[in-house]
C-alpha cells in the first residue's frame, strides 16, 4: 500500500509559496459540502505536491488529479446547486455563474496543460484552486449560511452526481 494521504499532501508542500489550507472558520455549517470543500483542498495540495516530485509516474499522478478535480467541481456545483434551488436561495443564478466562470477557468488551464505539457500550470492550477475556494466560501457561500441545510442537501457521493446518474437539472 501507498503512503498515507496526509503524508503526501505534506511532504513536497512549496514552502516559498505554500496553499492556504482548510480552516475552521471556512465552515458553512453543512457537513457534506465542508466535507466537499475540504476535499479541494487536499486535492490541491496533492497537485502541488506532485509537481514538486518529479518521477517516472507524475505524468500518471497529474492527469489522475486532474480528472479527480474535474469529477469534484462537476459534482460538488450541481450538489450545491441542487440545495440552493429545492431552497428557492435568492442568489442562484449568480452563485450558478461564479462556479461556471470558475470551471471555464480550471478546465481552460487544464487543455493548456495537456497542449503544452507545463507542470507549472499543474502548479497555477493548485494555486487557484485554494485561493478561488477561499475568496468564494467566505464571500458567495457565506450568503446561504442557515438556508442550506444538511436536511437540505444531497449527501450521495460526488460520482452519483458528476457521472450524470441524477436525472434532475438546475435551470
Do not use: C
Not at 429545492?86 to 470551471?103: N, P, S
Amino acid at each position: 500500500m501507498g503512503r498515507p494521504f496526509k503524508q503526501v499532501v505534506r511532504r513536497g508542500m512549496n514552502q516559498t509559496n505554500p496553499l492556504p489550507e482548510w480552516t475552521d472558520d471556512l465552515s458553512v455549517n453543512v457537513e457534506i459540502i465542508d466535507e466537499d470543500h475540504q476535499a479541494f483542498f487536499r486535492l490541491a495540495a496533492l497537485m502541488s505536491d506532485v509537481t514538486s516530485t518529479p518521477d517516472n509516474d507524475q505524468p500518471y499522478l497529474i492527469e489522475t488529479s486532474i480528472n479527480i478535480l474535474e469529477e469534484y467541481i462537476e459534482g460538488h456545483f450541481l450538489r450545491e446547486q441542487k440545495a440552493m434551488a429545492k431552497a428557492d436561495y435568492a442568489y442562484l443564478v449568480e452563485h450558478i455563474a461564479a462556479h461556471d466562470a470558475f470551471a471555464d477557468r480550471v478546465t481552460r488551464i487544464i487543455q493548456d496543460y495537456r497542449q503544452t505539457g507545463s507542470i507549472e500550470k499543474i502548479g497555477t492550477l493548485a494555486h487557484l484552486v485554494t485561493d478561488w475556494l477561499n475568496n468564494h466560501i467566505r464571500v458567495v457561500d457565506a450568503q446561504y449560511k442557515g438556508i442550506l441545510t444538511n436536511a437540505n442537501v444531497d449527501d450521495r457521493p460526488l460520482v452519483y452526481m458528476a457521472a450524470g446518474l441524477d436525472t434532475e437539472l438546475v435551470s
